[in-house]
């Protein structure tokens, strides 16, 4: 079940394109620089019990577009939202007398817990690969910390892949190509892909905008993911009481084996 | 159908937890174990964190052992002293497990640990199991009346001081064994995330002598009072008890509970030794294999544990 999570469209969108009719009347080229802005309508988004995953919609506009690029499809917008940092541990199997026994390990401190990526085209064909290194923009290019050096570059390296890997199999780190579109020469809307187990906590969106495969300007907004309020609670009753809220567990079990005996009734 | 986990923090099919649960209960209630040994590795399986799956089990089998106590009360095949007797070594084994477990998982292999532990136990009782009821199932076609408890037949154990009467299950033997066994039962279910129910069916049966039909009843009341203090233990120190996943795997679980514990009831003590065998040795193979094949993925993630 997908649900819109329709996030809304500004007024900036109108006084861009405003902008963009007077310019299309002369001949002269922009003295402005193209600029980007995206809004979110809402900071916040709630998951409730029902939460299976959802595509979040943001809308953005860019400002002082050339419409000679425009019209040629030469301006590429990607949208990014990145979930929390947290430190993550890699683990490596080795086989030891016949059984496969984690062994090697290596911690990364700055580990994203969810990327979501909305591009117009692949991304391979909007820019190169140095220039999302130095943007560190990709699933394949946020830099990762790792806590200590002392393995080696390529060792490092090689737990960086299986850590990008697993994230990427776990649905976490996803990618659309062509969850950015045009809606106008200055519009745009982007659809991000929000999976079943996306952490809570603050989430950053940040828009690129490319031209002719050069970086121009990047925007950013925050949003934050929570829990809603039933979820919420039980969150809360299991870190603040959690001696009640275990012995609620068992009272809660003991009253379900029995209901289950009643309503039944097989003897 | 989706379903939000508040602790686990992510979303899961309701319709494959209810079909989860009711599986696990079904087989509780046909062999009197709590179905831990299933529901924890079922639910890693599902890609639930180890941490959630071994405390939300124990929650689970609070459930199908209270239930399948309340029925084995009711028609009368419960020995309460002896169950006592065993609470009171498993409370003590529980308390010292769970200590072992934090010293375990400082050292970082506890995974490893619990995994040997796990094909071990299961291949030995499994294989022990399957021979014997399979070798009593030839015996009974053959004609040849079986019965476990052969009168004058008594092993060491039945040499040991301090003897006590228990007289639902026609038994007068010492409370040494017993409270070892559950001892034995408590640490291994707090260390495993188990109730024990399949290591201390067999040992009941074959060590103490127990008769069968008293045996399911009282290994569940065990269970329950084992696994309800593993929960509050995991709920407090770890605080990793999904409330939310206990209750839908319970809500099928009670309902399998009561269709497995009639089934149970068709058929013969030796049949049900020989399918709960199988299926010991089942899980034990599914867990070897994991352990001697060559994962699909070397590697592993896991949020660093801040000590």
Redo the contacts between chains.
């Keep these: ?1 997908m649900r819109l999570a329709r996030i809304g469209l500004l007024a900036a969108a109108a006084l861009s394109l405003a902008c963009a009719a007077v310019r299309a009347q002369g001949p002269m080229p922009p003295v402005n620089p193209e600029s980007i802005q995206i809004g979110l309508s809402t900071d916040r988004i709630s ?7 959802a595509d979040l919609t943001i809308f953005g506009a860019l400002d002082n577009s050339n419409p000679l690029v425009s019209r040629q499809g030469r301006y590429d917008i990607i949208v990014v939202l990145e979930g929390p940092a ?10 030891i007398l ?5 062994t090697q390990s290596e ?1 990364f401190i700055n580990v994203p817990v969810s990327y979501s990526v909305a591009t117009t085209r692949p991304l391979q064909d909007i820019t190169d690969t140095t220039n999302y290194r130095q943007l560190a923009l990709g699933a394949d290019n946020i830099y990762l910390e790792p806590l200590e050096r002392t393995a080696g570059a390529s060792t490092i390296q090689e ?1 960086e892949t ?2 990008r ?3 990427k ?1 776990s649905g976490l780190y996803v990618e659309r190509v062509g969850g950015v579109q045009f809606l106008t020469q200055s519009l745009f809307r982007a659809t991000l892909t929000l999976a ?2 996306i ?2 906590g603050t989430h950053k969106a940040r828009a690129f905008l490319f031209k002719n495969g050069v970086f121009i300007k990047e925007t950013s907004a925050q949003l934050a993911i929570l ?1 809603a309020g ?3 609670s ?2 809360l009753a ?2 603040n009481n ?2 009640l ?6 009272a ?3 009253v ?6 009643i309503i ?1 009734k ?2 | 159908m989706g379903i939000y986990l508040p602790i686990a923090e992510m979303s899961v099919n309701i319709v494959v937890l209810l079909a989860m649960g009711a599986a696990v209960g079904f087989l509780s209630g046909l062999f009197g174990v709590g179905g831990g040994f299933l529901i924890t590795p079922l639910l890693i399986f599902y890609n639930i964190p180890p941490a959630i799956a071994v405390a939300t089990g124990a929650n689970q089998v609070v459930a199908s052992s209270f239930s399948g106590t309340l029925a084995h009360f009711k028609r009368g095949t419960l020995d309460f002293k002896l169950g006592g007797v065993l609470l009171a070594g498993g409370v003590v084994g529980a308390t010292v497990g769970v200590y072992v477990f934090a010293l375990l998982r400082s050292v970082g292999q506890l995974d490893l640990f619990v995994s040997l532990l796990y094909v071990l136990l299961l291949g030995i009782v499994g294989g022990m199991m399957l021979v014997e009821s399979v070798n009593a199932m030839r015996q009974a076609r053959k004609g040849v009346s079986v019965s476990l408890k052969r009168p004058g037949q008594h092993n060491w154990i039945h040499r040991l001081p301090l003897k006590v009467r228990f007289r639902a299950s026609k038994l007068f033997v010492s409370v040494i064994p017993i409270l070892v066994l559950g001892a034995v039962i408590g640490f291994l279910a707090s260390i495993m995330g188990v109730g024990g129910g399949f290591i201390m069916v067999p040992a009941m049966i074959y060590l103490l002598k127990v008769p069968t039909n008293v045996v399911i009843g009282t290994s569940l009341f065990q269970i329950m009072f084992v696994s309800a203090y593993t929960t509050v233990i995991h709920a407090t120190t770890n605080r990793t008890v999904d409330i939310v996943l206990a209750l839908v795997l319970m809500i099928g679980g009670v309902a399998g509970a009561q269709y497995g514990a009639k089934a149970g009831q068709k058929l013969r003590g030796e049949q049900l030794r020989a399918l709960l065998a199988a299926l010991v040795l089942a899980v034990a193979l599914r867990l070897a294999f994991d352990l001697f094949v060559r994962p699909a993925n070397l590697y592993s993630l896991s949020p660093l544990e801040v000590i």
């Design positions: 079940m998951i409730t019990s029902n939460f299976s995953g947290r430190p993550v541990v890699v683990r490596r199997k080795n086989r016949g059984v496969w026994i984690n911690t737990f299986a850590l890997q697993l994230k199999a079943p187990n952490p809570v829990k039933f979820e919420q039980i969150f299991a870190h959690s001696f809220y275990g012995l609620f567990a068992v809660l079990a003991m379900t084996g029995w209901l289950g005996r039944f097989r003897d």
